[in-house]
Every structure is written in structure tokens, then in C-alpha cells.
């Protein structure tokens, strides 16, 4: 696992024309010979290359992503189309708008061992700095999964799979496409927690059923404003800077 992301990130900074990278690895014209890029394994070439056609270098890639809550029933997901070139900052935020987290604690993403997030002295070791790092490096092909760790109290994982990609003439703008299901509140608990107050808001009967309806407020485990959701995904700039380790510590 560490000598693919070595040799994955040792390359994909640069970004080159296919013409560049035609002429520095030239393909065999063997139908089933693969094609090779910077980034290692990109696809088999058949019926002349329409396969590659449709699916584009990266930098010119729509990326359909699966985002789920784990280990909640009934499920909470996202399905997401956005840029293969998201860098990670846009990723979080982006995530945390489509869960419609409020960004108060520290996020990670990971691959295997392998970490990215905001580099922070209090927790060692570091993680990969996560502004150096584009989504289409840390998934490339369907199939690839990551996990966005949200909230290290709480603990919530978010299991991410990419489902399929596109060719592009430009990057598309960040869309939840479906999904279901709030996200847990923030601050509720975690796992135990959110489970303990789904199960009283359901029972009236319960003693502390008005003391959770008042600090849940207008939350509600079923609700999903999609509509406002792609409202907000509309509004983010293509670039954000990384989230500052000022973020409130659990």
C-alpha cells in the first residue's frame, strides 16, 4: 500500500497533454495491450479506444460517487456527481454540505493506512496534508472506496465508493443526485447516542421524549432537503482553501 501512494503521488501533481505522455510511453497497437499513463493502470484499450474515449484523462472525468453512513439502519447515503480533479478541501466540504454536517470538528480521509487531512502537531503521527491531493488520486478507477472520517468523538465514517465515470468537455458542478435520510445531529453521541434518540423522539410515552424534541429542534431522522443541498453545492467556489486545525477538538 505505501509503494502505490508513493509512486502515485511521486507523479500526479504534473499534469501533461495526452500527446506528452503518448510520445514519452508510446502504445503498442495491439488491441489488448493496456494503456499506461503517469498515474499507472488506467483502462484496456478496445474497439480502437472508445472505452477511453468515454471515460477521458483524468482532468477531464465526472466522478459518480456513493457516500454511506456506516454501520446505521436504516441507511444514510449520498449518490454525488463532481470533478475527478476535486481537491480534498472541496471534497470535505462538499461532504459536509450533502450530510449537512456544520463543520465543527476535524475531518480525515483514508485509504487503507494511508491518512489525508490538515497536518496538525497535537496528533501524531501527521497526516498526508490533504491540499496536495486531488480526488482522481486517491480513486481512480470504479470500484476504488476511501473513508471520510468525520468528527473524531462522535467517530462518524463515511464509506465512499466510486460507482462509475464519464468523460467531460469541462469539470460538472458538485450534485447530490439522491439519497436518504438525515445525518445524526451533531454532538449527539455518536452510534449509542443517535440511536438513543431516534428511539425516544419515536415514543411519546418516554420520559425524556420533550427534553429531546426541544434539543433536537427541527431535526428529523427521515428528512432530506435535496433541493437544498444542490442549492448550497451550487454556491461553493471550485477552490477552498483546507480547513484550519482551529477546529474544536472532541
Known amino acids: 500500500m505505501k509503494d502505490h501512494f508513493r509512486y502515485r503521488f511521486a507523479i500526479l501533481p504534473q499534469h501533461k497533454h495526452p500527446d506528452q505522455l503518448e510520445r514519452r510511453q508510446p502504445l503498442p497497437p495491439k488491441r489488448d495491450d493496456t494503456a499506461v499513463r503517469n498515474n499507472g493502470r ?8 472508445r472505452d ?16 454511506e453512513l456506516a454501520d446505521i439502519q436504516p441507511r444514510i447515503w449520498r449518490r454525488l456527481v463532481l470533478a475527478d480533479t476535486t481537491p480534498l478541501p472541496l471534497l470535505h466540504r462538499i461532504l459536509q454540505i450533502a450530510f449537512v454536517w456544520q463543520d465543527r470538528h476535524l475531518h480525515e480521509f483514508r485509504v487503507g493506512s494511508v491518512r489525508f487531512g490538515v497536518p496538525d502537531e497535537d496528533f501524531a503521527p501527521p497526516p498526508i496534508d490533504e491540499r496536495r491531493v486531488r480526488l482522481y488520486q486517491i480513486a481512480n478507477e470504479p470500484g476504488d472506496r476511501f473513508v471520510y472520517m468525520y468528527d473524531f468523538g462522535d467517530s462518524w465514517h463515511h464509506e ?46 418516554n420520559a425524556e421524549h420533550e427534553d429531546a424534541r426541544l434539543w433536537a429542534g427541527s431535526w428529523a431522522p427521515e428528512r432530506l432537503d435535496l433541493d437544498g443541498i444542490n442549492r448550497r453545492l451550487a454556491r461553493l467556489p471550485r477552490r477552498v482553501a483546507s480547513a484550519t486545525a482551529t477546529r474544536q477538538r472532541p
Request: hydrophobic share 30%; with cysteine.
Open 52 to 67: 477511453f474515449d468515454r471515460r477521458g484523462w483524468p482532468g477531464q472525468r465526472e466522478y459518480q460517487m456513493l457516500v
Open 42 to 49: 488506467l483502462m484496456e484499450l478496445d474497439d480502437g479506444g
Open 160 to 205: 465512499a465508493l466510486l460507482e462509475d465515470l464519464r468523460a467531460v468537455p469541462e469539470p460538472p458542478t458538485p450534485k447530490c443526485l439522491e439519497g436518504r435520510r438525515a445525518s445524526p445531529p451533531e454532538d449527539c453521541g455518536g452510534l449509542d447516542g443517535y440511536e438513543r434518540l431516534v428511539s425516544v423522539l419515536e415514543d411519546p410515552t
